[in-house]
């Protein structure tokens, strides 16, 4: 039975640890799409709009 529950969570960690890779994966193929499109079209950053003020801003490179 100990063998079991320590199989369990070793299939959990593991699908954990995969899900949290493919997430920041997504992460950076979308910032790289983003910094490849600003490259195409020589932008020196992407404006994104307040949803409260209505005013534009650069978008923050987190």
């Known amino acids: 039975m100990p063998q079991l529950l320590f199989l369990v969570l070793l299939l959990g960690g593991a699908w954990l640890l995969y899900r949290r890779f493919v997430s920041d ?23 994104v709009k307040d949803p409260e003020t209505g005013e534009y801003r650069l978008r923050d490179k987190e």
């Open 25 to 47: 994966a997504e992460k950076l193929a979308a910032k790289s799409r983003a910094a490849e499109k600003e490259r195409e079209t020589g932008a020196i950053g992407t404006l």
